[in-house]
């Protein structure tokens, strides 16, 4: 019940999750974590040592010019905007907004 209880209740549905830079806590983390996932989870979890590794996955046009893509910061400021817009309207009162341009 545990097992299955935690997982079937995520209210979402991931093809895949690509971690870049992970942190030494998150390496500890996934090593405890992934000896309770099923084979089908663990699968879709896609650690990246190295940014370039992003293109086998992702078109260089939707990932930053950090990571070696060619989206520009300008290109995200709309969807920031978007994004304030929608948390104004929709967020709970005292919940502060994270998104910055």
Known sequence: MRK????NCIPGRWKEI???NESILMKAAWN?????L??????RV???SEPSDLFDYFPRSII???YG???LDHDMEDWIRRANR???????????NFYSC
């Open 64 to 66: 930053p010019t950090q």
């Open 86 to 96: 929608e948390q104004e309207k929709n967020s709970i009162q005292g919940q502060p």
């Open 18 to 20: 690509h971690v870049i």
């Open 38 to 43: 099923t084979q089908k989870i663990k699968d």
């Open 4 to 7: 299955n209880g935690w997982k």
């Open 32 to 36: 405890i974590l992934k000896h309770f």
């Open 46 to 48: 896609i650690i990246h």
């Open 69 to 71: 893509g060619t989206l």
